[in-house]
């Protein structure tokens, strides 16, 4: 296992070790092997200038790390950044369930920091049935706050690593005392994308949750939680403007494993769902 899991890096090694030795550059009209020189790090140039990204896409399905938290909807989101800074904005509009009687409004806003591959920054979750900033409480949808930190090897090696941590509100369950007890929800993902001609990508994911929390309903104390895989199709419309289609598949074991939830689909008890599909177009600003 050890073996298998430091293939990755040992290519991605050769790979950098060949194209550092290969490199070859015209100075005065003659050949200079450039020796000793990184071309892994230009991945982790330091962002200079305003950055920005728009985008909005309309699914079949909401899903989020493993579990179906609503029916069709549209997700439309945006983000400014400045050396590494940025802040983003993020919306979902959609049914809660397939009898389209009730709407799951959301806004989600990221403050976060990315530089060298990491990337740090705090969640918050306002799900429009309490005040904003409303910390006060443990309601099943409700403000949440999300410490999470990320680190992508390189484009040579997307090999992606998550860790998120709920700190404050909507997190927590009795003990055999009847006592309130935060649970500090955790999700740990590991991710890959392989990029193939034509605009195609191929992402894949396995997530876990470590101990007691909310995404198994504070049953467990580990369970595998999200078992993803995105293939994804890109078009150029424009020089500054991207369409994008994305189909995903998803299982989660430990919910699939459980008494309270089958295979089955469930068009009014969307949470009740282990096994779940969703197709996806969006259109973005480059």
Known sequence: MLCIGALPFVFSARVYAEEAKSE???????????????????????PVGLTYKVEATLNAMYLWRGLCVGAMNIQPSASVGYGGLYLD??????????????????????LGFSRWGVNVYLL?????????????NYADRGNRLELNVRYTVSSKLPLSFLWATRVAAADGYLNEKGE??????????????QKFPYGLSLYGAVGITPWRSMYTGY????????????????WD??????????????????????????????????????????????????
């Open 124 to 136: 918050y979750i306002h799900n429009f049935n309490c005040g904003f900033f409303d910390f006060n």
């Open 89 to 110: 904005m993020w919306w979902n509009v959609g049914a809660t369930d397939w009898t389209f009687t009730h709407l799951l409004p959301e806004v989600d806003l990221s």
């Open 180 to 193: 309130l007890v935060r649970a500090w929800s955790s999700y740990a993902e590991i991710s890959y994308t």
């Open 237 to 286: 419309i424009h020089p500054r403007l991207g369409l994008m289609l994305q189909g995903v598949f998803c299982i989660n074991p430990s919910a699939l494993a459980g008494d309270r939830s089958t295979a089955e689909w469930h068009p009014t008890a969307l949470d009740k769902q282990s096994v779940n599909a969703n197709i996806a177009v969006g259109i973005y600003l480059k």
């Open 219 to 234: 049953q467990k104390s580990f369970a595998v939680q999200n078992i993803e895989l995105r293939l994804r199709k890109d």
């Open 24 to 46: 070859v550059r015209e100075v005065n009209g003659e050949s200079i092997e450039a020796k000793g020189e990184s071309k892994w790090l230009d991945d982790y140039r330091k």
